[in-house]
């Protein structure tokens, strides 16, 4: 792990200067450097609000690697009142994406603390978003498996706008109750909403890109540069098409049948 933090670091420095290319060409060699010897390195990719985060946190605990959600380091340094908090909160607010160079440098940290903790493999969630981070990380690490959740375009945005985070206890929620019927060849889908304890409903807020003008921006931005992406490792033979069906309940057995992975906690609740 830790030649992979290094190399994003000085990455994140080359890729914008007129060296990047020779920078680049580096990378490849001194990745060789690596252990063959290590857990899972998976990267999740789909549009904003299908539920990257659920899904990979979920995986993350079941198959023992961290979970790394770019939008979360984004959030931490928002409330951190660090020096990039400012610069952050008018590039999220106004629903544009946030600089390579800034996600790269935040990834960089999030693994040089996970190494000191001894975390081995992980499971990306929100990077890489576009092609440069895409070849920047192949060029510092083996990626395994890209998983790209999918989701119809109508359902997204009303998941989006149901969100809600508890201001005290941290926790997310969604208030959205989503039942499309079937038609124009799109099938039917229920989504329950995911409430939260009566200890936290009085304490619900909605973060501030969460707006249908700024869901729309992000989606509109997400199929412009971050789509390439998919068709990027779809020709290296490491994505995974994954249309999610329903909510959790539905969606989870079904996306483990999909990666042959076994969940024997969910097998015992069952059999009890």
């Known amino acids: 792990m830790a030649i992979v933090h290094r190399l994003l ?67 931490e340094e928002l409330a951190s009142s660090g020096p990039l908090s400012q610069q952050l909160a008018e590039i999220v607010n106004q629903g544009k ?10 990834l960089s940290k999030r693994l040089e603390r996970g190494e000191t903790k001894g ?11 576009t092609v440069g981070q895409a070849e920047i990380l192949e060029g510092v690490t083996e ?13 997204l945005l009303e998941k989006c706008l149901g969100r809600r985070t508890c201001s005290q206890c941290g926790g997310n929620f969604n208030i959205a109750s989503i039942n499309v019927d079937e038609g124009n060849g799109k099938p039917g889908m229920y989504m329950p909403p995911l409430l939260p304890p009566a200890n936290c409903m009085s304490k619900l807020i909605t973060r501030a890109d969460d707006t ?28 995974l098409e994954f249309d999610l069906p329903g909510g959790i309940p539905e969606s989870w057995p079904k996306l483990l049948q999909a990666l042959n992975i076994e969940d024997h906690e969910d097998k015992q609740c069952a059999v009890a």
Request: proline residues 4%; hydrophobic residues 45%; aromatic residues 6%.
């Open 9 to 75: 670091r000085s990455a994140a420095a080359a890729a914008f200067s007129p060296a990047a290319a020779a920078a680049r060409r580096g990378l490849s060699a001194l990745a060789a450097e690596q252990t063959l010897e290590r857990n899972v390195q998976w990267v999740f990719l789909g549009c904003p609000g299908v539920g990257k985060g659920t899904y990979a946190s979920r995986l993350s605990q079941l198959v023992g690697v961290p979970h790394i959600a770019t939008g979360d380091l984004v959030r």
């Open 97 to 106: 994406l946030v600089s390579d160079e800034i996600i790269m440098d935040l």
């Open 119 to 129: 975390e081995s493999g992980f499971i990306l969630d929100g990077f890489p978003r």
């Open 143 to 155: 990626i395994d498996l890209v998983v790209n959740l999918k989701l119809r375009e109508d359902v």
């Open 212 to 239: 249908e003008e700024v869901v729309k921006k992000r989606l509109h931005i997400y199929n412009e540069l971050s789509r390439p992406v998919e068709e990027f490792y779809r020709k290296r033979g490491k994505l």
